[in-house]
T-cell receptor, first 114, second 110 residues
Framework: DSGVTQTPKHLITATGQRVTLRCSPRSGDLSVYWYQQSLDQGLQFLIQYYNGEERAKGNILERFSAQQFPDLHSELNLSSLELGDSALYFCASSVFVGENEKLFFGSGTQLSVL | SQELEQSPQSLIVQEGKNLTINCTSSKTLYGLYWYKQKYGEGLIFLMM?????EEKSHEKITAKLDEKKQQSSLHITASQPSHAGIYLC??????????FGAGTRLFVKA
């Protein structure tokens, strides 16, 4: 158990809908990363937050948004869903080891858009 | 194209055999990570390499970082069915984001 909690584990919805994925980082970790994993694209970095502020942005669509709250939990909002958004969404929290960050991953939310 | 290229994409080995997975970066590496993922599950941290020439081992898995060549290799000795899964390399190439390769799917035949 990594200590990172993601809910829900599975989500089935229809095209055009909006969903919210939730992540609680490990106790004491200030950063949260969001990733999307699909068969054809691999594990793609979406966005990172550190102590409530956006720190880095990756290949995140405009239809997607995220935020980190004062209690450090984070939510990823996906709107106007398309079939291609079906994927496994991971969040991770991190701790610095030297100049690098060791990531601890949650077990993911499997999103199916029908 | 991927900033991190992993090879091979998939690998089938007989139990007991050794194997090597490679990860090459198109950018300067500030840190290189190896993770393992069981199908449909989260990623489990294996090792982090931070300096050129660094080599780390955990049980039967060894990883090395060749900073000059911007690549790392993961070697499994005497593979077992428990080694099956997806191995992903991740890297810090600067800018507060950790990127990942596409993964290598390892199957171990008993």
């Amino acid at each position: 158990d990594s200590g990172v909690t993601q809910t829900p584990k599975h989500l089935i919805t229809a095209t055009g809908q909006r969903v919210t994925l939730r992540c609680s980082p490990r106790s004491g970790d200030l950063s949260v990363y969001w990733y999307q994993q699909s068969l054809d694209q691999g594990l793609q970095f979406l966005i990172q937050y550190y102590n409530g502020e956006e720190r880095a942005k990756g290949n995140i669509l405009e239809r997607f948004s995220a935020q980190q709250f004062p209690d450090l939990h984070s939510e990823l909002n996906l709107s106007s869903l398309e079939l291609g958004d079906s994927a496994l969404y991971f969040c991770a929290s991190s701790v610095f080891v030297g100049e690098n960050e060791k990531l601890f991953f949650g077990s993911g939310t499997q999103l199916s858009v029908l | 194209s991927q900033e991190l290229e992993q090879s091979p994409q998939s690998l089938i080995v007989q139990e007991g055999k050794n194997l090597t997975i490679n990860c090459t970066s198109s950018k300067t590496l500030y840190g290189l990570y190896w993770y393992k993922q069981k199908y449909g599950e989260g990623l489990i941290f294996l090792m982090m390499l931070q300096k050129g020439g660094e080599e780390k081992s955990h049980e039967k898995i060894t990883a090395k970082l060749d900073e000059k060549k911007q690549q790392s290799s993961l070697h499994i000795t005497a593979s077992q069915p428990s080694h099956a899964g997806i191995y992903l390399c991740g890297a810090n190439t600067g800018g507060f984001k950790t990127i990942f390769g596409a993964g290598t799917r390892l199957f171990v035949k008993a």
